[in-house]
C-alpha cells in the first residue's frame, strides 16, 4: 500500500462510528432477588441469557442496550471475586464495535491495557475482549462484535 495511502487510513476517523453500548453488566449477589425490579417494576423485557465465566447471567432489554445481572457461580469466578471484594454493583460496560480486531489495534495503538489480547467467546456468543480499567477511566470496558 503506498505511503499516501496509509497516512489517509491512519487520519480517517476510527471505523467504528456506529460503536455503542450493547450492555451494562451489574454484579449481583442474586439474581431471583434484583431481576423482579427491573423487569416487573420497571417494566424491561427479560432477554434470554446464557452463563458464562462463571456467572449465571439474566439480562433485560433497554432500546437496542441490555442490562446484564451477573450473579456469581462459583465464589472463586471473576463475579464471585468483583462482589466479594467490591460488593454488588456496576461491574463492566460493553461497547459493541464493528470490528473487533481492528478496534483491538487501535487501541494498542492508544496505549489502552488489553486484558484479553485477542478476542474470545462470550455470553452472547459474540467475539468480546477486556480492556484494563486503568487504561479507561476506571472503568472496565467490554468491546463486543
Ligand atoms: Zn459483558
Do not use: W
Not at 433497554?62 to 446484564?68: D, K
Not at 454493583?89 to 488489553?114: M, N, S, Y
Amino acid at each position: 500500500m503506498p505511503q499516501a495511502m496509509r497516512n489517509t487510513n491512519a487520519a480517517t476517523p476510527p471505523g467504528d462510528r456506529t460503536a455503542h453500548i450493547a450492555h451494562v453488566g451489574i454484579a449481583v449477589q442474586s439474581l431471583a432477588a434484583i431481576l423482579p425490579f427491573f423487569r416487573d417494576v420497571l417494566g424491561m423485557p427479560e432477554v434470554p441469557m446464557s452463563d458464562s465465566d462463571g456467572a449465571r447471567i439474566a439480562a433485560v432489554q433497554s432500546g437496542e442496550s441490555l442490562i446484564e445481572l451477573l450473579e456469581p457461580a462459583t465464589p472463586d469466578s471473576p463475579i464471585g471475586k468483583y462482589v466479594a471484594r467490591r460488593g454488588p454493583g456496576i461491574h463492566h460496560i460493553c461497547v459493541a464495535v464493528q470490528d473487533i480486531e481492528d478496534a483491538l489495534v487501535r487501541c494498542r495503538a492508544a496505549g489502552i491495557q488489553l486484558i484479553d489480547d485477542q478476542p474470545r467467546l462470550g455470553a452472547e456468543g459474540k467475539r468480546i475482549a477486556f480492556l484494563h480499567p486503568k487504561s479507561t477511566g476506571g472503568v472496565l470496558i467490554e468491546l463486543s462484535e
